[in-house]
């Protein structure tokens, strides 16, 4: 009778000592089925990751605002800060206690015009400028950038941050901002282009992405 001999050959029998000896891994959830891994319905759920989530450098990470669905996702990034920019309650301060995640709201309505009173803009200067601030601090990192939709005000976070930090031209910064807007706000525009707040930067805390 001829041999068949391989290496990755499942033994007939429901035996899971057999078939780890042949060098086959079985996920802890699985069981042996006539040696057949039969999977039961705990399986790890998907992750699902905010409204609007991307990269937009090396551990900085820009979204709308999460909920519930997608705080494994969040967990798996192993954040250390999230900054919000926006005017709804902290909806998930109770998840934000389960992690050691530095939670910053910085309150900022919505930039379109006529709608926006003095007083609101000047707030709106005072948390950029502070959320800003923070991302000149690798320490920081990884970190969340977040709004309601992750379109208007994160936007303009990060068109502030591509002119600021990064020497990006308005027209690059322009197109990014379109691309999550999906319309132009002339007022945000306008904004990025003509605000430059003053900031400092530690040397020892300098991020990689910051311009000489």
Same mark, same amino acid.
């Given at each position: !009778? &001829?041999? #068949?001999?391989? &290496?990755?050959?499942?033994?007939?029998?429901?035996?899971?000592?057999?078939?780890?000896?042949?060098?086959?891994?079985?996920?802890?959830?699985? @069981?042996?089925?006539?040696?057949?891994?039969?999977?039961?319905?705990?399986?790890?759920?998907?992750?699902?990751?905010?409204?609007?989530?991307?990269?937009?450098?090396? %551990? /900085?990470?820009?979204?709308?605002?999460?909920?519930?669905?997608?705080?494994? =996702?969040? $967990?798996?990034?192993?954040?250390?800060?999230? /900054?919000?920019?926006?005017?709804?309650?902290?909806?998930?301060?109770?998840? /934000?206690?389960?992690?050691?995640?530095?939670?910053?709201?910085?309150?900022?309505?919505?930039?379109?015009?006529?709608?926006?009173?003095? +007083?609101?803009? +000047?707030?709106?200067?005072?948390?950029? %400028?502070?959320?800003? @601030?923070? !991302?000149?601090?690798?320490?920081?990192?990884?970190?969340?950038?977040?709004?309601?939709?992750?379109?208007?005000? /994160?936007?303009?976070? #990060?068109?502030?941050?591509?002119?600021?930090?990064?020497?990006?031209? !308005?027209?690059?910064?322009?197109?990014?901002?379109?691309?999550?807007?999906?319309? $132009?706000?002339? =007022?945000?525009?306008?904004?990025?282009?003509?605000? @430059?707040?003053?900031?400092?930067?530690?040397?020892?805390?300098?991020?990689?992405?910051?311009?000489?």
């Amino acid at each position: !009778m &001829a041999r #068949v001999s391989e &290496a990755n050959t499942i033994p007939t029998s429901p035996d899971r000592d057999a078939y780890h000896d042949n060098g086959l891994k079985l996920p802890a959830d699985g @069981q042996l089925d006539n040696g057949v891994p039969v999977f039961t319905a705990n399986a790890r759920p998907p992750l699902v990751p905010p409204l609007n989530f991307s990269l937009v450098e090396d %551990r /900085i990470y820009r979204s709308g605002f999460p909920n519930p669905l997608n705080y494994p =996702f969040l $967990k798996q990034l192993g954040l250390k800060t999230i /900054i919000y920019l926006g005017d709804l309650g902290q909806e998930y301060n109770a998840w /934000i206690g389960t992690t050691n995640i530095q939670f910053h709201h910085l309150v900022m309505e919505s930039s379109q015009e006529p709608f926006t009173s003095l +007083q609101e803009q +000047q707030q709106a200067r005072d948390s950029l %400028r502070t959320a800003l @601030q923070l !991302m000149l601090d690798k320490n920081n990192f990884p970190m969340l950038i977040h709004s309601n939709k992750g379109k208007h005000r /994160i936007g303009v976070l #990060v068109g502030l941050m591509r002119k600021i930090f990064q020497g990006w031209c !308005m027209s690059g910064i322009f197109e990014e901002y379109e691309k999550f807007a999906l319309g $132009k706000s002339e =007022f945000d525009l306008e904004f990025m282009e003509l605000w @430059q707040p003053e900031l400092w930067v530690s040397q020892d805390s300098r991020p990689e992405f910051l311009r000489s």
